[in-house]
């Protein structure tokens, strides 16, 4: 199935994307793939990565945090300044020790936290994301999680987190239910929250806007 996402459409949903081309080529088969082929399927998809990449501008986990920030960031490895000073700027470091034995990766000196830092348009996170993602498109993301951080790959590792957790029939626009709510969960379930929720329904609302 083809995907109905033109270059003009990408450009009006983000004026200042430098790279449209670039990228409305690389989401043309990931859209058509997953299925995500129908204006109000598309417009949620764009919503949502636009605000996990920053507007296709940030395929790699940005890591280096002051110590304050590590505090609100991560207040229970980070309770105090003191505890926080050691990782203050230390991006591998930290990767190392917050992502530790959780999301399928290995102890600290495994380094797989670093590794295995957020990649993609939808930031993919953890050896074990990386290994199901790669073992679904069949692609070596496991050995190489570098492929993560490209445009072509990154479209499709999205595309096939949102078809594998239903977010197609949570964006279908249906009569008998709540649109809103099926956008606030669909945020839900690529964020694990609702951090950034009013920037997501701006994004839902351009993207719309650029559809028509």
Known sequence: MSANLSVAQLRRFLPTLAEAELWANALEPALGRFEITTPPRIAAFLAQVAHESLEFTHLVEGLSYT???LMVVWPGRFPTLKSAL???RQSEKLANYVYAKRLG?????SGDGWHFRGRGLLQHT???????A???LGLPLETQPELLATPAVAA???GQYWSSHGLNTLADDQNDDDDDADFVRISILINGGRTGLDARRAYWDRAKTALM
């Open 67 to 69: 110590a304050r920030r």
């Open 86 to 88: 050691p990782y203050e």
């Open 105 to 109: 990766n290995g102890d600290t000196p």
């Open 126 to 132: 953890g050896r074990g994301r990386y290994r199901e």
């Open 134 to 136: 790669g073992a679904a």
């Open 156 to 158: 499709l590792a999205a």
